[in-house]
């Protein structure tokens, strides 16, 4: 039998092997709709596309051409998809940002999103207007490796998880919540969903019962029935994993198997084994699992919430080795999920991921560093994130056109500060609450070399800090280290430079700093946030441009809105 040092053995034996071959365009025609459906075992309204949820699986090899025509069946608001991962070399219109990259398309629009996915890895989509992914618009998008190529890790199949949450509060309502004063906080998820499929208000063995305890009306429901995990004994698999969460970071867990970690955020890593992984709103993974375990037996899988304090259940599902029956309930309790904020565990996981031996490395020094603090504030007395006290509103024009055609005065023209006072104590509730709300963007030079250290602070609440994964757009970056309080000085000598991994979404723990390293090379507008949806919503991100001169042409429907809208008239 083939254990996880074995798949380990196979990871370091194997060298990817490069063949040039032709690629090829991949089509398809996409609906975007509200439509019923019941995720969780209870009927709401979720934003689907051509009828399914999650959306379609893409499925591409590196170097092909994808071309999505997205029509907008909404009828009363706008929508954009942003490919989460790709890094839109030559596309910058394409990275489906409203308001940064592209106008939202209208209702009863269709717009064309054509780029290349130029590198394998486990990615996914989902929307980015407004609070959408919150609502159900989000799938996953699979770049395999190309013809003639290989990874450097045997496998024998290949299984995909993708991870949410969901609300039965609608999310219009969640947002005016976001946006009142008092503020209404959205409350924590009823559900978390496995492949768009959770089990609201249903007991462990209540949830694989035959037939259904209690509550569990999912039998015979499709939409909401745990999808099993089927196995063959004896094998390794590929098992791709991405978090499209709205607010949870989640931990997961295999019953009886170790997990070695081979991939992460599109970028292979040195090969770990754990018993459980971490994974925040953002991230992707793939990791080999092994199933050498008693065939005559089925083992839980289980996703918990980690980072806050616990109010949604654990999300389960089976492994079923094949011939044992699917029915069959595993005989002991799923896995615990660590506690809440178990923080060193956390940390243990993230600090155990490094570069693959052979990775790109990072240049040695950079050319600017810019440090943004992460704070809880108000303005006007409503509740907001603000980064360097600035809370980022977006403008009816889209950056990239108002760049392109030089249209200054549709966006605060004043750049937002590359660091903070350091008088600032992150360790308690700002003295002065009060922030400003601006759209002004950082302005980076093509080509050079930026660190950018995230810091975290103190919320408006005494003893809080709240952990947050920040997602780039267009690029990824180095993960260099991470570090307690606040960063000084110095502590660039503590950098990792040797094998830092490459992300394009990293995690910053309450109350400490995170170092980032990467080079502006692709010329566009890009987004840089918190990857928690309403902590976006509520001004949690900045804007970076580079060299957009250099920008080709940009088609029509993308800019048709704003002052670029009067531009192409």
């Avoid at 004063?181 to 007991?203: A, D, M």
């Avoid at 660190?451 to 003893?463: C, F, P, Y």
């Avoid at 960063?487 to 980032?516: M, S």
Wanted: hydrophobic residues 35%.
């Amino acid at each position: 039998m083939m254990g996880w040092g074995s798949a380990l053995c196979c990871i370091i034996a194997l060298s990817l092997v490069h063949v040039s071959l032709g690629a090829k365009a991949r089509h398809f025609n996409w609906e975007v709709e509200y439509m019923y459906r019941s995720p969780d075992c209870l009927e709401h309204i979720v934003m689907g596309i051509n009828g399914q949820f999650p959306g379609p699986t893409i499925r591409a090899k590196a170097g092909d051409t994808l071309v999505i025509e997205l029509s907008n069946k909404l009828h009363t608001e706008g929508v954009v998809i942003h490919w989460h991962g790709i890094r839109q070399l030559g596309t910058p219109w394409a990275d489906g940002t409203a308001s940064i990259s592209q106008c939202a398309i209208n209702p009863g629009e269709t717009f064309k999103y054509r780029f290349k996915v130029d590198r394998r890895g486990t990615y996914f989509y989902h929307g980015h207007y407004g609070m959408q992914r919150s609502a159900g618009l989000y799938g996953s998008l699979i770049v395999d490796v190309a013809d003639g190529e290989k990874e450097p890790f045997h496998y024998d199949g290949e299984l995909n998880l993708l991870l949410s949450d969901w609300w039965h509060k609608g999310v219009h309502e969640q947002e005016v919540g976001l946006s009142s004063n008092p503020f209404r906080w959205i409350g924590e998820p009823q559900s978390v969903l496995i492949n768009g499929r959770g089990q609201y208000n249903c007991s462990m063995a209540a949830k694989f019962s035959n037939p259904p305890i209690g509550q569990c009306k999912f039998r015979g429901n499709e939409q909401c029935a745990p999808q099993i995990l089927k196995v063959q004994p004896n094998k390794t698999y590929r098992l791709r994993i991405a978090s499209t969460t709205a607010l949870a970071s989640l931990n997961l867990a295999i019953q009886g198997h170790k997990m070695v970690v081979v991939e992460a955020d599109g970028n292979h890593v040195q090969p770990f084994a754990m018993n459980d992984l971490d994974i925040y709103s953002g991230e992707s993974y793939s990791v080999l699992l092994t199933t050498d375990q008693n065939p005559s037996r089925n083992y839980w899988i289980s996703i918990g919430v980690r980072a806050r304090e616990p109010k949604t259940p654990q999300a389960l599902t089976i492994l079923n080795y094949s011939p044992t029956s699917a029915s069959r309930i595993p005989m002991s309790q799923p896995p615990v999920t660590p506690p809440w904020n178990d923080y060193n565990h956390s940390k243990a996981f993230t600090k155990s991921i490094y570069a693959l031996m052979g990775s790109p490395k990072p240049p040695k020094t950079s050319n600017r560093r810019i440090v943004l603090l992460n704070t809880q504030n108000r303005v006007n007395g409503f509740i907001k994130w603000s980064i360097n006290n600035v809370s980022l509103v977006l403008p009816s024009t889209p950056y990239l056109g108002s760049l392109k055609f030089g249209l200054n005065n549709s966006f605060d023209q004043k750049s937002p500060p590359d660091n903070y006072d350091s008088s600032y104590d992150i360790m308690k509730p700002a003295v002065n609450q009060n922030s400003t709300q601006g759209s002004g963007i950082y302005t980076i030079g093509l080509n050079t070399t930026v660190d950018v250290i995230l810091q975290n602070a103190n919320t408006l609440a005494k003893d809080v800090s709240e952990i947050h994964p920040w997602h780039l757009h267009g690029h990824d970056f180095w993960v260099l280290g991470y570090g307690e309080s606040k960063f000084k000085e110095g502590d660039e000598k503590t950098f990792n430079l040797k094998n830092p991994p490459l992300r394009n979404t990293a995690v910053i723990f309450p109350y400490g700093w995170t170092a980032l390293r990467f080079v502006a090379d692709n010329p566009g507008v890009w987004a840089f946030h918190c990857h928690i949806e309403p902590h976006l919503h509520m001004g949690m991100g900045v804007v970076f441009a580079q060299g957009v001169h250099r920008v080709g042409q940009i088609p029509r429907e993308a800019l048709a809105c704003g002052l670029t809208g009067n531009k192409h008239n």
